[in-house]
C-alpha cells in the first residue's frame, strides 16, 4: 500500500523568504505522479504543483518548485517570496494507479504560517 | 463552468438522525471521489465512480454509508443513523480520465457536525 509522510505538523516563514515543506512517500510503482495540494481556511483544496516521475527534471510553478529525488522517495516543496496569500494547510498527494482509479493518499498536512 | 460544487456547506444533525450530502462535479468529468476529513489531518478516501458505476469502495466507508450517481452526473453521500464519529468534513473532488493523468479538482466541502 502507498503511505505518505509530512514530518512538519507546522511551518511558519516571513514574508519574501523561502520555505520548504518535506514530504516522503512508498512506492512500489516506478511510473506515477506526485502533487502538492493547498488548503486555504474554510477554502477548497487547490492543485499547486504536479511531478512526474520519470522526468528528472523538477517541476517549477511561478514561485513554487520541488525537489524530487525518486530514489530516496523525496517530494518537498519550496516556496519563494513566500506571501500572505501562501498561508494555508498543503498537503503532498499520491494518485494511485488505474486499478484503483488513481485516489489520491494524503499526508497528515503542514499548516504554513505566513508572517507579515 | 464553476468548478466542483457541494450542498450544503455545513449541516447539523442529532445523532441517529440521516443526512444526505449533493456533489456536482465539473461537467464532463467521468471521475467522481468522496473523501472524508477530519480537523488536522488529511483526506481519506471513501470511494470513487467512473461514470455512474461505483468501482471502489474503502474499508471506511461503513454499511451506514451510501454512495450514488444516477446517469453519471451528480452523486449523493447518504450516512444514515449518524454517530458522534461521523462528524468530518466530506470532501467532492471530479476529474477526467481524457485530461492530464486524472488532476482531480476538489469542491470546497460539506460540513458535517453529529450532536
Known amino acids: 500500500a502507498q503511505t505518505v509522510t509530512q514530518s512538519q505538523p507546522e511551518m511558519s516563514v516571513q514574508e519574501a523568504e523561502t520555505v520548504t515543506l518535506s514530504c516522503t512517500y512508498d512506492?512500489?510503482?516506478?511510473?506515477?505522479?506526485l502533487f502538492w495540494y493547498k488548503q486555504p481556511p474554510s477554502r477548497q483544496m487547490i492543485l499547486v504543483i504536479r511531478?512526474?516521475?520519470?522526468?528528472?527534471q523538477n517541476a517549477t510553478e511561478n514561485r513554487f518548485s520541488v525537489n524530487f529525488q525518486k530514489a530516496a522517495k523525496s517530494f518537498s516543496l519550496k516556496i519563494s517570496d513566500s506571501q500572505l496569500g501562501d498561508a494555508a494547510m498543503y498537503f503532498c498527494?499520491?494518485?494511485?494507479?488505474?486499478?484503483?482509479?488513481?485516489?489520491?493518499?494524503f499526508g497528515e498536512g503542514t499548516q504554513l504560517t505566513v508572517n507579515p | 463552468d464553476t468548478g466542483v460544487s457541494q450542498n450544503p456547506r455545513h449541516k447539523i444533525t442529532k445523532r441517529g438522525q440521516n443526512v444526505t450530502f449533493r456533489c456536482d462535479p465539473i461537467?464532463?468529468?467521468?471521475?467522481l471521489y468522496w473523501y472524508r476529513q477530519t480537523l488536522g489531518q488529511g483526506p481519506e478516501f471513501l470511494t470513487y465512480?467512473?461514470?455512474?458505476?461505483?468501482?471502489?469502495k474503502s474499508r471506511l466507508l461503513s454499511d451506514r454509508f451510501s454512495a450514488e450517481r444516477p446517469k453519471g452526473s451528480f452523486s449523493t453521500l447518504e450516512i444514515q443513523r449518524t454517530e458522534q464519529g461521523d462528524s468530518a468534513m466530506y470532501l467532492c473532488?471530479?476529474?477526467?480520465?481524457?485530461?492530464?493523468?486524472?488532476?482531480?479538482?476538489f469542491g470546497a466541502g460539506t460540513r458535517l457536525s453529529v450532536l
Open positions: 465512480f467512473q461514470n455512474e458505476a461505483q468501482l471502489e
Open positions: 512506492t512500489s510503482e516506478s511510473d506515477y505522479y
Open positions: 511531478q512526474e516521475a520519470y522526468k528528472q
Open positions: 473532488a471530479s476529474s477526467s480520465d481524457l485530461q492530464f493523468k486524472n488532476i482531480q479538482y
Open positions: 498527494a499520491y494518485p494511485g494507479g488505474e486499478t484503483s482509479g488513481s485516489r489520491l493518499t
Open positions: 461537467s464532463e468529468h467521468n471521475r
